[in-house]
């Protein structure tokens, strides 16, 4: 099986090999700096929280505020038409 292996380090020329060392390092290095931006956000919402702000409505509200206004506001019109079909509203 080991000897299966070596025959695959020939696939790529040695501009490929580092072109692919480069870019897998990269996305290493963005997912470490995701995560980290992660964390930082996380905090963020503990410390909302703990000014008495209800932390899944931030959430919401970040969600919302993502959104192109025209596609929210038929997205709420949609909405407001199935609740009322289903007698919610």
Known sequence: MADDAAPHADVLNGTAQTQLKSI?????RLEQEKAEVAE??????????????????????????KQDRAKRMEEEAILDLYLSALGEV
Request: glycine residues 6%; hydrophobic residues 45%.
């Open 24 to 28: 897998i390092e990269r996305v290493e």
């Open 40 to 65: 930082q956000i996380k905090e963020v919402f503990a410390e909302a929280k703990g000014n008495g702000f209800d932390v899944k409505v931030l959430r919401k509200i970040v969600r919302i505020r």
